[in-house]
């Protein structure tokens, strides 16, 4: 029987376990959210022995060799020594320096952290609260343009993250974890191709950053950006994109709600065989816009997409 070591805790565990799940049973109160290798939540690092991992490529080899691994993803086949992520040690510490909400359940967080942090748009980070519980969010700041880190919290039902959230105010501090990239970016080479963005509530965030992004660098294909909201107050940044879209010839904004969405994906044509799809939202509506896109005739290595998995409290 393997044993696992943590802190000086030492405790047997049964041949095959999942890491994160005898951790937690162990008492380390590991943090997780989508259990599916892409959050980085669980991150731990093992100073002796070594997990079977069913997704090494999930960690770049700098920090395998260091010996983090996604816990989640990882089974106890022999014994183990592990170091739980630290926030107060491994992480960044970051002020609240803006509080506000663009929507009534949409909490926009603007956070400086203490020292720089190289970032793409698109890209998730971690935040850690003062009670030690952590969420991956995409960044929704445009590097090199804005001074501040941007997240766009879904504040609709509870969550040990987003009710702790509420409360924030500016001067607080928050801790930031791993920073690692999803499927979203932006690529230059794009430039005349078409680009589709399509958000489900605040998945818009990443998508925000990378619509700037492209602007930024000037892109001359058309740019179609669709935002599915529960109702019209869920258009969080309607005005904003209204006022790009008024600067940008080339930009075509589409505020949509459920009640709409059918008609909206039954008219749905691709403008090119070229365009760049960004999808980016909750699973069941990133699949549906998928699926159409596919019915519409995108190749599939010219779909990318992200989507947001939470855990209610």
């Known amino acids: 029987m393997p044993e696992l070591e943590v802190a000086g805790k030492r405790w047997t565990v049964a041949p095959a376990s999942n890491l994160l799940d005898a951790l937690n049973a162990g008492g ?11 959050c980085h939540a669980c ?18 080899s700098f920090q395998r060799a260091e010996g983090w691994r996604l816990s989640c993803q990882c089974l106890v086949v022999q014994d183990l020594v592990v170091e739980v992520f630290d926030p107060a040690r491994d992480g960044v510490e970051a002020e609240v320096v803006c509080v506000d909400w663009p929507a009534p359940d949409v909490l926009r967080l603007r956070l400086a952290p203490s020292r720089p942090l190289r970032y793409s748009a698109g890209q998730h980070l971690l935040l850690w609260n003062d009670e030690g519980v952590a969420r991956p969010y995409s960044l929704a700041s445009l590097p090199g343009f804005d001074d501040f880190l941007e997240f766009h919290l879904d504040c609709r039902k509870p969550g040990l993250f987003s009710d702790r959230a509420r409360r924030l105010v500016p001067g607080n501090k928050l801790r930031l974890g791993e920073l690692h990239g999803g499927a979203l970016h932006y690529d230059p080479s794009w430039d005349s191709r078409p ?7 605040t998945g818009l ?14 892109h001359q294909g058309p740019i179609r950006i669709i935002h599915l909201a529960h109702d019209a107050s869920g258009h969080y940044l309607a005005k904003s994109l209204t006022e790009m879209a008024a600067a940008h010839s080339g ?6 709600t459920p009640a709409e969405l059918p008609e909206v994906l039954a008219q749905f044509r691709l403008v090119s065989r070229q365009t760049i799809a960004l999808l980016c939202g909750h699973p069941a ?17 010219q779909l990318l997409a992200d989507t947001f998995l939470t855990r209610d409290a």
């Open 195 to 201: 680009l589709l963005f399509l958000a489900a509530g």
């Open 285 to 301: 509506s990133v699949e549906e816009f998928a699926r159409r896109l596919y019915l519409a005739g995108l190749p599939r290595n």
């Open 43 to 60: 991150l731990v690092r093992c100073l002796s022995g070594e997990p079977a991992d069913a997704r090494p490529e999930a960690l770049d």
């Open 251 to 256: 930009l075509v904004v589409q505020l949509i």
């Open 28 to 38: 380390c109160k590991v943090p997780y959210s989508c259990r599916a290798g892409s």
């Open 205 to 218: 965030a990443p998508l925000w950053g990378l619509l700037r992004e492209a602007l930024r660098n000037h």
